[in-house]
Every structure is written in C-alpha cells, then in structure tokens.
C-alpha cells in the first residue's frame, strides 16, 4: 500500500506533469494552423507542410490521452484507487509510478498490452 507521503508525492508530479502538458496542448492549438505554417522553412513545399501538420495533429492527440489519463488518475488518488494496475488489480510499486505517476498497468500486463497491440 501506498502512504500519505508518498500519495503526495505522487500527486505533485501529476499536476506538475498535467501543468506542462496544458501548456503544450495550448501551444499546439495555437500554432497548427496559419502561425506554424509561416514558421515552416520550406513553405512552398506542400508535402512537408501537410506532414508538419498531421504530425502537430497526432502530437496533441497524444498528450489530449495522457492528459486524460492523468485526470483520471487524481480522481482515482481523490478515491482511494490509485496505483492498482487495470487489468489484474496488483498494486503497482511506487517506484514505477514515480516515474510515470499515470501509469495504468503492472510491468506485466503492460509488456501482454503493448504484445496485444503490436499483434493487431
Ligand atoms: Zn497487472
């Protein structure tokens, strides 16, 4: 079980992590369209302006994710749920989430969730 201390501590990383994440999905909003357009080198070149663009695109999708992800796990520390793994409701050790607070999975299922995935 995790402790208060360490439930604090954890809860700080994650709002530290959601403060930079906001400021990048923001960032990213503003700038993919006209704004980051401009700033392209290569603006005459039509292939590499629609690549910057699907990439700015699926580079906030990513963190719009990982933002949820972290919303999803201060309601869980707010809940008493936090740091138990979704698949098979191990506690996930504290060093783990320390490194990615928002972590949803155990070592172990998260190495069969991304073999699931690469099998798809
Ligand atoms: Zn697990």
């Known amino acids: 079980m995790l402790n208060k201390e360490q439930l604090t501590r954890l809860k ?3 709002l ?10 923001d960032h990213i909003q503003k700038h993919s369209n006209d704004e980051y ?3 392209a080198p290569d603006i005459n070149d039509e ?3 629609t690549y910057s663009r699907n990439l700015m695109l699926s580079r906030g999708e990513a963190e719009r994710h990982q933002l949820k992800l972290i919303d ?4 869980a520390i707010e809940s008493g749920d936090y740091g138990v793994c ?4 191990s506690e996930i050790p504290f060093e783990r989430l320390l490194s990615v607070p928002y972590v949803e999975r155990c070592v172990n299922c998260m190495t069969k969730f991304e073999d ?5």
Not at 16 to 25: I, K
Request: hydrophobic share 30%; proline share 0%.
């Open 12 to 14: 700080e990383r994650l």
């Open 16 to 25: 530290d992590v959601r403060e930079a994440l906001v400021r990048d999905v």
């Open 37 to 39: 357009e401009s700033e």
């Open 47 to 49: 292939a590499s302006r």
């Open 72 to 75: 999803e796990a201060l309601s």
């Open 86 to 89: 979704v698949d098979c409701e």
């Open 116 to 120: 699931k995935q690469r099998g798809q």
